[in-house]
């Protein structure tokens, strides 16, 4: 069973910055393709960044361009997403979510999924 483990994430002002990482414990971790989701109340889940197992970005929100990034690891099991330039809209919960499958913008796509984690921007 591969269990994905987020990290990170809190309180911020608004043009603050937070950062998130997610990891698994599987020793095949560099075959796994990763999404970026989040998810503010109520509205959908929404997809911010598909990575590759390669680490070559296939997807990635227009909200986010220019402000939030995403990269990996694959020698430390570790995927980040660095968030700068947050904004109150940002609020939500983030979750990490992982595909031995081809990544795509679609949740149905992930099998294995983080456990969620809040950011706040706020003043």
């Known amino acids: 069973q591969v269990q994905v483990v987020q990290s990170g994430g809190g309180s911020v002002q608004p043009g603050g910055s937070l950062s998130l990482s997610c990891t698994a414990s599987v020793f095949d971790w560099d075959y796994y393709a990763i999404g970026w989701f989040r998810q503010a109340p109520g509205k959908e889940r929404e997809a911010l960044f598909c990575?590759?197992?390669?680490?070559?970005?296939?997807f990635t929100a227009d909200s986010v361009k220019g402000r939030f990034t995403i990269s990996r690891d694959n020698a430390k099991n570790t995927v980040y997403l660095q968030m700068n330039s947050l904004k109150p809209e940002d609020t939500a919960v983030y979750y990490c979510?992982?595909?031995?499958?081809?990544?795509?913008?679609?949740?149905?796509?992930?099998?294995?999924w983080g456990q969620g984690t809040q950011v706040t921007v706020s003043s």
């Open positions: 990575i590759s197992n390669s680490a070559g970005e296939t």
């Open positions: 979510a992982a595909t031995t499958g081809a990544p795509t913008s679609l949740p149905d796509t992930y099998g294995y």
